[in-house]
């Protein structure tokens, strides 16, 4: 059985149980002061095929919260997960360079959905809730050199449906319907409200650089 640790949290706000960049630079910006544990969920051991995108979502964003929640007694602690849903066709971050391309070709062809699923735990406090954002996107048509240029630069490594809207952004996208930061990884209105119902608010003023 894992050892239950205490945090200080007169240091630290909470726990983002993730490694993502995206999602650490968000909650800087938003003024946040946490500590970041990353899951060791595997996320390929989830059956995506008699689950709706938004139950998928979801699911992996609770797992992930309660893998590092089961470490920590007395720490909030925040799981996400973000799948890009195409028709009902549930889509995650690409295997290769050969998947990224196909993913493309797919999701720069109709408008499509990002889902965003937030998990917040705090043990201590009995408080476990799971919620989802969703935000439809709507794409330009690509080019055949503006996909082979996105698959040659790589930015399509470790983002759901192969792109990063803070990185490609008018190129890509014509207009979008819904939260910005959910289509990054991280909902934040979703979870700043989440987490103001627990008394956690920001700590400084938002970093805006």
């Known amino acids: 059985m894992a050892k239950m640790r205490i945090m200080k949290m007169q240091q630290s706000q909470f726990i983002l149980a993730s490694a993502s960049p995206r999602r650490k630079q968000l909650l800087i910006q938003a003024g946040y002061i946490f500590d970041i544990v990353p899951s060791t969920v595997d996320e390929s051991a989830f059956d995506s095929q008699n689950v709706t995108p938004e139950q998928y979502a979801r699911r992996l964003a609770l797992a992930k919260a309660q893998d590092v929640a089961v470490l920590f007694s007395n720490a909030p602690v925040v799981g996400s997960d973000t799948v890009v849903d195409l028709d009902g066709e ?21 408008p499509h959905k990002v889902i965003s699923g937030l998990a917040v ?20 048509k690509l080019t055949e050199p503006q ?20 990185e ?10 819904g939260s910005f930061t959910n289509v990054m990884g991280l909902p934040m209105e979703l979870l700043e409200h989440l987490l103001a ?9 938002p970093d805006l650089r």
């Open 197 to 205: 119902t627990l008394g956690i608010h920001p700590n400084k003023k």
């Open 168 to 177: 490609t952004g008018d190129e890509f996208v014509d207009h979008i319907e």
């Open 90 to 110: 549930i889509i995650g971050k690409p295997e290769d360079a050969a998947h990224a391309e196909l993913i493309t070709r797919k999701l720069f062809s109709k």
């Open 121 to 140: 735990i705090w043990i201590e406090k009995n408080v476990e809730i799971v919620r989802a954002d969703t935000t439809v996107v709507y794409p330009r």
């Open 147 to 166: 996909i082979a240029e996105h698959i040659r630069q790589g930015d399509w490594q470790g983002k759901a449906g192969a792109y990063g809207i803070q």
